[in-house]
Structure formats: C-alpha cells, structure tokens
C-alpha cells in the first residue's frame, strides 16, 4: 500500500471498456484516512448488494462482461484475467478488483494451479465514480 502523509492508498485492480467496447486493465486508490489505533480507514462506499460465491478448480470462463458495476474480492485463491486488448494478469489472494466491462468485448478468467476460489462480490451503485484513475 503507498502513502503520503497521513493516508494510505489500497490499490484496486480495474477491467474497463473503452468507447468501442475494448476491455483494459487499470489501476486507481482508495484514499484512507489515519484513525490512530484502529489503522487506516477509507470513506464508506455504498452497496447495492453482495454475493458470496465460490468457482471450482477447473473454473475456465470464455469471453464475458461483468453483470454489474463491483468490486470482487479475491478471499483464498488466485484468478487469472485476460482483457480484449490482449493483456493477461494474475490477481491474487487478497487482492481487490473493480469491474465496469458491463458492455463491449468484455474479458475472460480462469482458476489458477487447478484451485477452487472463494470471492466476494460487493455491488455498487450506479453512481459511484472511480477515483482517478492510470488507464
């Protein structure tokens, strides 16, 4: 995690789509704010839902969009991710992502060393808008 300061700035792993429909990795921050001895802490982000799910070891899911604006957790495993712009990314364990290719080409993902994969979907509102953003 960087910082400056007195904030911290947790790194989210965005998939977009661009204006004809190709999909791209990014990165943007989540600014936290020191709260003394309980850590760091961002402004809360509202919901709109959020699902539990787990996908099985030989997880192999071809071209598709993202149902909905979220944010998904990676709990216990690593996933693998290939936008329509070509480039591949492992995310890991514990890592966040943020995905908004609900239109376009969209991307593809896969488990990684034949591992089941627990991970937390968190629904946000139409609304919310990404942090700056590197595109």
Known sequence: MASSNNHQK???VWIYADDNGESHFGLFHITMQDNGN???LSQVIPMTGMIFRETPADYNY???NAPRRQFIVNINADVEITVS???TKVIRQGEVMFLEDTTGKG???KSVDNKPRLSLFLSVND???VPFGKK
């Open 127 to 129: 609304d919310y808008i």
């Open 62 to 64: 071809s071209w598709h």
């Open 85 to 87: 712009d070509g480039e």
């Open 10 to 12: 947790f790194p989210i």
């Open 38 to 40: 309980i850590g760091h």
């Open 107 to 109: 991307h593809c993902s």
